[in-house]
């Protein structure tokens, strides 16, 4: 994979970073969402394939990339496909870190060093070229503004982002609610983007990717012979049943 495309979890990140403050928006699940994107750009790359609500490895040669070949090594070692939220919500320490300094090595953010409380030692990114960012930015924005279906990788990029909640940073307060429902509607328009974005908020909420088969069963009544409330279904998300196991567990680190 030639180094002159940013790949999608490099966008991401640049998506995050807070120019003000040097500081990434909703870090806990931006670390999920970059595991996410890798399998976005792994699956452009013709690498992997969606399998259902699993990933399959179609192609194990590398792509150049060191990151995404990690990622890729790793799931053909795990020989069958893999459920795409069992790989989101494994551990992926240092993923975000990794990123960050592959960013300043290619010039596009700083490192500034400073201090929490005048004691613990901190360190904000600053982008250096800020056309990219504002490149990335219009993509987004002209989909949202447009309505025309945008090209697979800003599909994927709107997907991921409204999955890790930048839809508040990037469109703020009252008059960024309906560009936050456009952006949340992108996710239709790739289908491994989508999968993917799925597997993240399912990550988040604690619940598995698999669609009921049939209604559920009414449980026992409640006082004065009611039902137990149930929760509204959300038209955007796939239905989805309880995690079993350690999974049920899982958050973003």
């Known amino acids: 994979m030639g180094r002159s495309r940013r790949t999608i979890p490099e966008e991401l990140l640049l998506l995050a ?18 595991a996410g994107a890798q399998l976005v750009e792994l699956a452009l790359a013709g690498r992997i394939a969606p399998d ?31 459920r795409a939220v069992h790989w989101i919500g494994g551990p992926r320490l240092g993923l975000r870190q990794t990123y960050l300094s592959h960013l300043e090595r290619c010039g596009m953010v700083h490192a500034v060093a400073g201090q929490m409380c005048g004691v613990l030692p901190t360190t904000r990114y600053q982008a250096t070229d800020t056309a990219i960012s504002r490149e990335i930015r219009s993509r987004l924005d002209s989909a949202i503004r447009t309505g025309v ?20 940073h990037l469109y703020p307060g009252n008059e ?37 088969r049939s209604a559920a069963p009414a449980g ?23 995690r079993r196991g350690s999974m049920a567990r899982a958050v973003a680190h």
Do not use: C, F, Y
Not at 29 to 34: A, E, K, M, R, V
């Open 17 to 34: 970073l807070d120019p003000a403050t040097g500081t990434t928006a909703q870090p806990q699940s931006l670390d999920l969402g970059l």
């Open 176 to 212: 960024g609610r309906s560009s936050r429902s456009r952006l949340r509607d992108l996710i239709r328009h790739d289908p491994m983007g989508g999968l993917v974005a799925h597997a993240v908020m399912d990550v988040q909420n604690g619940v598995a990717a698999q669609p009921r």
């Open 52 to 82: 259902g609500d699993r990933i399959a490895v179609v192609m194990p040669r590398p792509t150049g990339d060191p990151t995404l070949d990690s990622a890729l090594e790793l799931l053909r070692r795990r020989g069958s496909p893999v």
């Open 220 to 242: 026992p009544a409640g006082p004065g012979g009611r039902q137990p409330a149930r929760a509204a279904a959300d038209p955007d998300r796939i239905p989805m049943q309880p």
């Open 149 to 168: 279906p945008p090209d697979p990788r800003t599909a994927a990029l709107a997907a991921l982002a409204h999955a890790v909640g930048l839809g508040k």
